[in-house]
Nanobody
Framework: QVHVAESGGGLVQPGDSLRLSCEVS????????MGWFRQAPGKEREFVAA????????AYADSVKGRFTISRDNAKKKGYLQMNSLKPEDTAVYYC??????????????????WGQGTQVTVSS
């Protein structure tokens, strides 16, 4: 069984930065694919960023490209989402998900097997 836990959310002002962490435990194997998704109030969950389990590829939503960076440390079984130049429209609950999706499925939520409970990010002045 795999357990996923996000941390690092909070209340920030527009233009600020925030780094989310995702800690994975359990029977994950040596390589971890990781995706970040978010859900704003009244909206469906949407893809944010992902990294392939081999580390060979990443994917970003157009809305965060150039502002967010995903990274992963397999040895520590941790992943990160560095979020810069935050905007009010980035406000959402952010979820970390793990699995081994193929490169073409990195943006697909159903390709991930384990999910965290989410961490709230609020961007407001």
């Amino acid at each position: 069984q795999v357990h996923v836990a996000e941390s690092g959310g909070g209340l920030v002002q527009p233009g600020d930065s925030l780094r989310l962490s995702c800690e994975v435990s359990g029977d994950t194997g040596s390589r971890i694919g990781m995706g970040w998704f978010r859900q704003a109030p009244g909206k469906e969950r949407e893809f944010v960023a992902a990294i392939h389990y081999t580390g060979s590829g990443t994917a970003y939503a157009d809305s965060v490209k150039g502002r967010f960076t995903i990274s992963r440390d397999n040895a520590k079984k941790k992943g990160y989402l560095q979020m810069n130049s935050l905007k009010p429209e980035d406000t959402a609950v952010y979820y970390c998900a793990t699995g081994m999706p193929i490169l073409s499925a990195l943006r697909t939520s159903t390709a991930y097997r384990s999910w965290g409970q989410g961490t709230q990010v609020t961007v407001s002045s």
